[in-house]
């Protein structure tokens, strides 16, 4: 099984920052990783695939980098609705997705 | 408008039995790959099952095989999940959710259904 691993598990920012988050795995999943996105209550939402394509309607603060082991999503400009929970997944072992834990926005 | 409506969620006695189903809307069903992902109340995703376009191919994860059971009625444009032997680590919102493409992520999700496993 691939173990994939976020950091950080919280991060408490200000609306208006630069945030950047971290998504590790245990073995080269290539470019075979996406972000989601996760509000309270709601159903996760596609953020980025193929570790740097945005979705349909992902505004162009999200960016996605990466490859191999070690991916980023960096969030440009804070707005408070970004505020959510923000997985990562890989699906290099397709159809057996694995998911980080999450990093969860909160406000500063 | 892309719509994915899960229900059949329900309180349930461990050892017990449960099926989930998934209305889908908006899109050609029988064109997509499904899968069923879960959360416990307060942690993270975990993939559960997928199922092929013609419902003939299917994986689970190691913490539901031989229990579970994914199914697909194309002409229905429903998704199916069968639930035997509950445990109460089995408590989660289900969620339904369609691959973008094949070997894709999920870019569609439904709401979530809740299944609580409990005496």
């Known amino acids: 099984e691939i173990v994939v691993t976020q950091s950080p598990v919280t991060l408490s920012v200000s609306p208006g920052e630069r945030v950047t988050l971290s998504c590790r795995a245990s073995q080269s999943v290539s470019s075979h990783l996406a972000w989601y996105q996760q509000k309270p209550g709601q159903a996760p939402r596609l953020l980025i695939y193929g570790a740097s394509t945005r979705a349909t309607g992902i505004p162009a603060r999200f960016v996605g980098s990466g490859s191999g082991t070690e991916f980023t999503l960096t969030i440009s400009s804070l707005q408070s609705e970004d505020l959510a929970v923000y997985y990562c997944?890989?699906?290099?072992?397709?159809?057996?997705?694995?998911f980080g834990q999450g990093t969860k926005l909160e406000i500063k | 408008e892309v719509q994915l409506v899960e229900s059949g969620g329900a309180l349930v006695q461990p050892g017990g039995s449960l099926r989930l189903s998934c209305a889908a809307s908006?899109?050609?069903?029988?064109?997509?790959?499904m899968n069923w992902v879960r959360q416990a109340p307060g942690k993270g995703l975990e993939w559960v099952s997928f199922?092929?376009?013609?419902?003939?191919?299917?994986y689970y994860a190691d913490s539901v095989e031989g229990r579970f059971t994914i199914s697909r009625d194309n002409a229905k444009n429903s998704l199916y999940l069968q639930m035997n032997s509950l445990r109460v680590e089995d408590t989660a919102v289900y969620y339904c959710?369609?691959?973008?493409?094949?070997?894709?992520?999920?870019?569609?999700w439904g709401q979530g259904t809740l299944v609580t496993v409990s005496s």
């Open positions: 959710a369609r691959e973008r493409a094949s070997g894709s992520p999920l870019d569609y």
């Open positions: 997944q890989q699906y290099n072992k397709w159809p057996m997705y694995t």
């Open positions: 908006g899109f050609t069903f029988s064109s997509f790959e």
């Open positions: 199922i092929g376009t013609t419902g003939s191919t299917t």
